[in-house]
């Protein structure tokens, strides 16, 4: 199966900064790749798909990069909203994984 | 507005079986791929298995092959995942998505997730 590794595991940051997550493939999953947002007590929510194309009412803050086996998501200017878990996932090749996560923490 | 509503949470006696349930509202079923993903304490999130409902497909993660049944009725427009001969490492909260088209391997919609604890 695919293993999907995201850096760094914590990423402390203060609010109105911008904050970059990053997803690495074992193996080209292509444009596969999806991005989620999982705050405590809550469901996860998918904010990009297919690399780069936000979900629906998703703001533009959030914007995903990438292709092949290395992927980026940019919250450009994190709102205290955004202080959360977030997840990458491929889907490019079964069974579909995901990450271990990267925790955007308030500094 | 489509919604999932998931089963209670549920305490199990390890080599037991679980099986929980996801009713869907809001949209139309016969035209859903429904997913089952966990995740347990501390960890991340990790996929069992899906259906495709109009067409009674089913695909499950090797992990956990011979042990996950997927099924959905679409007269109650409910899904289930049962899971048996659980051990401890199966304590987890399991969550139904639906996928965002049939074919898609992203999870659009989210059940509020159902706590299943393993334990003697």
């Known amino acids: 199966e695919i293993g999907m590794t995201q850096s760094p595991a914590t990423l402390s940051m203060s609010p109105g900064e911008r904050a970059t997550l990053s997803c690495r493939a074992s193996?080209?999953?292509?444009?596969?790749l999806a991005w989620y947002q999982h705050k405590p007590g809550q469901s996860p929510r998918l904010l990009i798909y297919?690399?780069?194309t936000r979900a629906t009412d998703i703001p533009a803050r959030f914007s995903g990069s990438g292709s092949g086996t290395e992927f980026t998501l940019t919250i450009s200017s994190l709102q205290s909203a955004d202080f959360a878990v977030y997840y990458c996932q491929q889907y490019n090749d079964w069974p579909r994984t995901f990450g271990q996560g990267t925790k955007v923490e308030i500094k | 507005q489509v919604q999932l509503v998931q089963s209670g949470a549920d305490m199990m006696k390890p080599g037991s079986s679980v099986k929980v349930s996801c009713k869907a509202s809001?949209?139309?079923?016969?035209?859903?791929?429904i997913s089952w993903v966990r995740q347990a304490p501390g960890q991340g999130l990790e996929c069992l298995g899906r259906i495709i409902t109009p067409l009674s497909i089913t695909k499950y993660a090797q992990k956990f092959q011979g042990r996950v049944t997927i099924t959905a009725d679409t007269s109650t427009t409910t899904a289930y995942m049962e899971l048996s001969s659980l051990r401890s490492d199966d304590t987890a909260v399991y969550y139904c998505?639906?996928?965002?088209?049939?074919?898609?391997?992203?999870?659009?919609?989210w059940g509020q997730g159902t706590l299943v604890t393993v334990s003697s």
């Open positions: 809001g949209g139309t079923f016969n035209t859903y791929t």
């Open positions: 297919d690399a780069s």
């Open positions: 193996q080209s999953v292509g444009s596969d």
């Open positions: 998505a639906i996928n965002l088209g049939w074919a898609s391997g992203t999870y659009v919609y």
